[in-house]
């Protein structure tokens, strides 16, 4: 603050000094005032010829000095040194030496001592020049300090010791003061200085940011009217920045929307923000430039003066056409299935939320339908993925055709598609729709020289009856499909309650299922097998009972499927043949065990080992014990079922086909694998007792062929005379059904076994 230090940053004591000079400079005026004001005060102290001796002197030399402090801070560009500082104290120090004149003169009694205007001469100047001089504090203290030093020899010489005492103590107040003063007015500047730098950093760095980044600024003032565009920002906005200050922002941006009063909902948003006097982040708007639509991302933070007057918005602004144009298709890809180009999963379920929304706000209906094809797993299986790729293919193409404006069409995944029905106020239609679409996929497909025939089933749900979300609609649709999958396909259902109902039950089954082994629910019924001719009794076909402790008796029909869905036949089926061959074992001579045995366990390599090891535990011979599969075990080729079949067979087991006439009936099923016996469905002797002419010449045939390669034939479910007269006639060989006994438990088998043997011996 003296001027004298030069250590740390040089350049900061130097503009410090130059600031300090500067300030002297321009007090230059009133430092010379005062000396005016003080010769003039002690003028009558002085005989007449001195006055103006003394006045011209002092005048003189404080003119000078006014001068060249003037003159120094003009001089001064932004650093002064410690020289330019001792020259503005050596000046101090000549005005002062200059003052002591009249009062060493008054004390030698030259002048008259007792004059007061003196003394109050010499007041007014050393407080003035304290005053003054406190930009240069030295400058200052010496002048106060040479000045009273004289005053107050003066004033001891004449013996006026209390006021020496008293204008020594002014003095040190008055060089306190002095370097108070100084030391303010030093602060005070270094926070400006401190400040000035700050915004020139800042400016400069905007105004890089502006000139390479790819963002630009923009400044508008209260009334949302732009401030000085930059050159990038007229240029993003395709007008010369000159013209654009003042213009309204939002004219700038909304184009030719402006005049007609539509804008984009960004806008919008934008304008409620400014209109706020609120912050924002990450808005993106459509901005029309010469006809061209481009995309911008704005940011932008209200601006307060000092006394919190709002000023505008400051912000930047970057165009992200490209970046949006890259996540548009992105979406788009997210949203398309790429096999078939159709919606995909995300796109429906999107599409049904819409028209659940729509339908909800005109009072009508929507639909969903869901579709999944019959028999494409086979197709997959034998002809391999690229085949059934292009299926699909086909299928969507077929499925697109079909499609209105009232539609959406997709694939959900796998096999399986749907259709959104925006409004499905006519039931009838959405049927007629249903009905078109399975017939249509039910045509044959000519793919790579092959002709491919699948079906397609389907499944209906309409809100708000089936349900009042996209989740509900969707789940009742696809306990709907369900429905038609579990009636064998190439149908459709509608949704109604008892499939919730009938899907609430498999649950409750599925969750008992799990612990009816371990609790012993399972039980095995035995059903006689006899000889069409003899009537004799040649075995019995094993059929599993569930006795639930609440449920009550459960038949196989209700829980086998769910056994094979949820994999417990794996186990459940294991305790059947071990059960089964145990029981076998006690019966006397060569009487035979049927075991029905499901497609889902032969997919399991470890079947072998556990027909092995039942026939050891229970020393069964193999040639008692016969598996009965359907035909569903050559739908799944490629899991390896008929190889484990072949292996099931070297370990001499017989093996019947169960249920034909259910399935495809396919006579060229029997060829592919050694079976013993074909038992031929109860509604085929149904019919054919009824006399339809179809089964009846089905079951000739098979007949036939069984006998020619040498295997059995079995009718079943034979409850009637008539049937049992007819199958005899037909020649089948077997004969299973309540007409010669009901499934039976496992003490009652044992009673007709003995009785039977008894009624032999008898014989
Ligand atoms: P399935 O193998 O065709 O068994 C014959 C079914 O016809 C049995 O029904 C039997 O009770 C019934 N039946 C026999 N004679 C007559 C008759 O004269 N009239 C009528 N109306 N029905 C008759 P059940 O016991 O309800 O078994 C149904 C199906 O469950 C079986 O059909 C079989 O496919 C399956 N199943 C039974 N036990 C097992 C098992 O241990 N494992 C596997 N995987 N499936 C089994
Ligand atoms: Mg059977
Ligand atoms: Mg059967």
């Given at each position: 603050?003296?001027?004298?230090?030069?250590?740390?940053?040089?350049?900061?004591?130097?503009?410090?000094?130059?600031?300090?000079?500067?300030?002297?400079?321009?007090?230059?005026?009133?430092?010379?005032?005062?000396?005016?004001?003080?010769?003039?005060?002690?003028?009558?102290?002085?005989?007449?010829?001195?006055?103006?001796?003394?006045?011209?002197?002092?005048?003189?030399?404080?003119?000078?000095?006014?001068?060249?402090?003037?003159?120094?801070?003009?001089?001064?560009?932004?650093?002064?040194?410690?020289?330019?500082?001792?020259?503005?104290?050596?000046?101090?120090?000549?005005?002062?030496?200059?003052?002591?004149?009249?009062?060493?003169?008054?004390a030698?009694?030259?002048?008259?001592?007792?004059?007061?205007?003196?003394?109050?001469?010499?007041?007014?100047?050393?407080?003035?020049?304290?005053?003054?001089?406190?930009?240069?504090?030295?400058?200052?203290?010496?002048?106060?300090?040479?000045?009273?030093?004289?005053m107050a020899l003066a004033l001891l010489t004449a013996q006026m010791h209390l006021a020496a005492a008293a204008t020594v103590m002014?003095?040190?107040?008055?060089?306190?003061?002095?370097?108070?003063?100084?030391?303010?007015?030093?602060?005070?500047?270094?926070?400006?200085?401190?400040?000035?730098?700050?915004?020139?950093?800042?400016?400069?760095?905007?105004?890089?940011?502006?000139?390479?980044?790819?963002?630009?600024?923009?400044?508008?003032?209260?009334?949302?009217?732009?401030?000085?565009?930059?050159?990038?920002?007229?240029?993003?906005?395709?007008?010369?920045?000159?013209?654009?200050?003042?213009?309204?922002?939002?004219?700038?941006?909304?184009?030719?929307?402006?005049?007609?009063?539509?804008?984009?909902?960004?806008?919008?948003?934008?304008?409620?923000?400014?209109?706020?006097?609120?912050?924002?982040?990450?808005?993106?708007?459509?901005?029309?430039?010469?006809?061209?639509?481009?995309?911008?991302?704005?940011?932008?933070?209200?601006?307060?003066?000092?006394?919190?007057?709002?000023?505008?918005?400051?912000?930047?602004?970057?165009?992200?056409?490209?970046?949006?144009?890259?996540?548009?298709?992105?979406?788009?890809?997210?949203?398309?299935?790429?096999?078939?180009?159709?919606?995909?999963?995300?796109?429906?379920?999107?599409?049904?939320?819409?028209?659940?929304?729509?339908?909800?706000?005109?009072?009508?209906?929507?639909?969903?339908?869901?579709?999944?094809?019959?028999?494409?797993?086979?197709?997959?299986?034998?002809?391999?993925?690229?085949?059934?790729?292009?299926?699909?293919?086909?299928?969507?193409?077929?499925?697109?055709?079909?499609?209105?404006?009232?539609?959406?069409?997709?694939?959900?995944?796998?096999?399986?598609?749907?259709?959104?029905?925006?409004?499905?106020?006519?039931?009838?239609?959405?049927?007629?729709?249903?009905?078109?679409?399975?017939?249509?996929?039910?045509?044959?497909?000519?793919?790579?020289?092959?002709?491919?025939?699948?079906?397609?089933?389907?499944?209906?749900?309409?809100?708000?009856?089936?349900?009042?979300?996209?989740?509900?609609?969707?789940?009742?649709?696809?306990?709907?499909?369900?429905?038609?999958?579990?009636?064998?396909?190439?149908?459709?259902?509608?949704?109604?309650?008892?499939?919730?109902?009938?899907?609430?039950?498999?649950?409750?089954?599925?969750?008992?299922?799990?612990?009816?082994?371990?609790?012993?629910?399972?039980?095995?019924?035995?059903?006689?097998?006899?000889?069409?001719?003899?009537?004799?009794?040649?075995?019995?076909?094993?059929?599993?009972?569930?006795?639930?402790?609440?449920?009550?008796?459960?038949?196989?029909?209700?829980?086998?499927?769910?056994?094979?869905?949820?994999?417990?036949?794996?186990?459940?089926?294991?305790?059947?043949?071990?059960?089964?061959?145990?029981?076998?074992?006690?019966?006397?001579?060569?009487?035979?065990?049927?075991?029905?045995?499901?497609?889902?366990?032969?997919?399991?390599?470890?079947?072998?080992?556990?027909?092995?090891?039942?026939?050891?535990?229970?020393?069964?011979?193999?040639?008692?014990?016969?598996?009965?599969?359907?035909?569903?075990?050559?739908?799944?080729?490629?899991?390896?079922?008929?190889?484990?079949?072949?292996?099931?067979?070297?370990?001499?087991?017989?093996?019947?086909?169960?249920?034909?006439?259910?399935?495809?009936?396919?006579?060229?099923?029997?060829?592919?694998?050694?079976?013993?016996?074909?038992?031929?469905?109860?509604?085929?002797?149904?019919?054919?007792?009824?006399?339809?002419?179809?089964?009846?010449?089905?079951?000739?045939?098979?007949?036939?062929?069984?006998?020619?390669?040498?295997?059995?034939?079995?009718?079943?479910?034979?409850?009637?005379?008539?049937?049992?007269?007819?199958?005899?006639?037909?020649?089948?060989?077997?004969?299973?059904?309540?007409?010669?006994?009901?499934?039976?438990?496992?003490?009652?088998?044992?009673?007709?076994?003995?009785?039977?043997?008894?009624?032999?011996?008898?014989?």
């Amino acid at each position: 603050m003296l001027g004298l230090d030069d250590g740390g940053d040089a350049s900061t004591w130097g503009r410090l000094r130059a600031i300090q000079l500067d300030a002297l400079g321009r007090r230059a005026a009133l430092l010379f005032g005062l000396h005016v004001v003080a010769v003039m005060l002690t003028l009558p102290a002085f005989v007449p010829w001195q006055r103006v001796l003394w006045a011209s002197t002092v005048l003189a030399g404080t003119g000078a000095v006014a001068w060249r402090r003037r003159r120094m801070s003009d001089r001064i560009e932004n650093e002064a040194s410690r020289r330019d500082i001792a020259g503005a104290v050596i000046d101090s120090l000549a005005i002062a030496l200059l003052w002591t004149f009249p009062f060493l003169a008054a004390a030698r009694g030259h002048v008259l001592p007792a004059s007061p205007d003196l003394w109050l001469a010499g007041l007014a100047l050393t407080l003035g020049s304290a005053l003054i001089l406190a930009p240069v504090p030295l400058a200052g203290v010496t002048f106060v300090v040479v000045v009273a030093a004289a005053m107050a020899l003066a004033l001891l010489t004449a013996q006026m010791h209390l006021a020496a005492a008293a204008t020594v103590m002014v003095a040190g107040l008055l060089t306190y003061l002095t370097l108070a003063l100084g030391h303010a007015l030093v602060a005070r500047h270094l926070t400006q200085a401190a400040l000035d730098e700050r915004n020139e950093t800042v400016s400069l760095l905007l105004r890089d940011f502006d000139e390479q980044g790819s963002d630009w600024l923009w400044e508008i003032d209260a009334a949302r009217r732009i401030v000085h565009a930059s050159e990038r920002f007229a240029a993003a906005c395709r007008l010369p920045a000159e013209t654009m200050t003042n213009l309204p922002f939002l004219q700038v941006l909304a184009g030719p929307t402006w005049e007609a009063g539509n804008f984009a909902a960004g806008l919008r948003q934008l304008a409620e923000k400014l209109k706020q006097r609120e912050g924002f982040r990450d808005l993106t708007l459509p901005i029309v430039l010469d006809g061209e639509e481009r995309w911008w991302e704005i940011a932008a933070r209200p601006r307060y003066d000092a006394n919190g007057v709002f000023l505008g918005f400051r912000g930047v602004a970057s165009d992200v056409t490209e970046q949006r144009a890259s996540a548009d298709k992105i979406n788009r890809m997210a949203r398309f299935d790429t096999l078939t180009g159709l919606p995909n999963r995300l796109h429906v379920n999107e599409a049904l939320s819409r028209a659940l929304t729509d339908a909800e706000r005109w009072r009508s209906r929507c639909a969903f339908m869901m579709i999944d094809l019959d028999r494409f797993k086979a197709v997959n299986d034998t002809l391999g993925h690229p085949i059934g790729d292009r299926l699909l293919g086909r299928v969507s193409e077929r499925l697109s055709q079909m499609m209105s404006e009232n539609e959406l069409i997709g694939r959900l995944g796998g096999d399986e598609f749907a259709v959104v029905v925006r409004d499905a106020s006519d039931p009838q239609r959405v049927e007629r729709l249903a009905r078109t679409i399975i017939d249509t996929l039910s045509r044959p497909y000519e793919v790579d020289q092959h002709t491919l025939l699948i079906g397609a089933s389907v499944g209906v749900a309409t809100s708000p009856r089936d349900g009042r979300t996209a989740e509900t609609l969707i789940r009742s649709a696809d306990l709907a499909l369900y429905r038609s999958k579990d009636r064998g396909g190439g149908v459709f259902h509608a949704y109604e309650p008892q499939l919730h109902a009938d899907a609430e039950e498999r649950r409750v089954l599925e969750l008992e299922l799990r612990q009816a082994l371990e609790r012993g629910e399972l039980a095995l019924h035995y059903q006689p097998v006899v000889d069409a001719g003899s009537g004799n009794l040649r075995g019995f076909e094993a059929l599993l009972r569930w006795n639930h402790p609440r449920l009550g008796p459960i038949g196989p029909n209700r829980f086998v499927g769910i056994a094979e869905e949820t994999r417990l036949i794996s186990p459940i089926g294991e305790w059947v043949a071990r059960t089964a061959c145990e029981e076998a074992a006690r019966w006397p001579g060569d009487l035979r065990v049927a075991v029905n045995v499901s497609p889902e366990q032969l997919t399991n390599p470890n079947f072998v080992t556990v027909i092995a090891s039942a026939l050891a535990q229970s020393r069964l011979p193999a040639q008692r014990l016969e598996l009965e599969v359907t035909e569903g075990v050559f739908m799944r080729e490629g899991t390896g079922a008929t190889r484990v079949l072949e292996q099931v067979l070297d370990l001499g087991v017989r093996l019947s086909l169960d249920d034909f006439g259910t399935g495809f009936s396919s006579l060229g099923y029997l060829s592919r694998t050694r079976f013993s016996s074909i038992k031929i469905d109860r509604s085929f002797v149904v019919s054919a007792a009824q006399g339809v002419a179809e089964p009846l010449a089905i079951i000739r045939a098979v007949v036939a062929l069984a006998r020619s390669l040498g295997m059995m034939t079995t009718a079943e479910g034979v409850e009637t005379e008539a049937e049992l007269a007819l199958v005899r006639e037909l020649g089948c060989t077997a004969i299973q059904g309540y007409y010669f006994g009901r499934p039976l438990p496992v003490d009652d088998t044992r009673d007709l076994i003995r009785r039977n043997l008894g009624k032999a011996r008898a014989a």
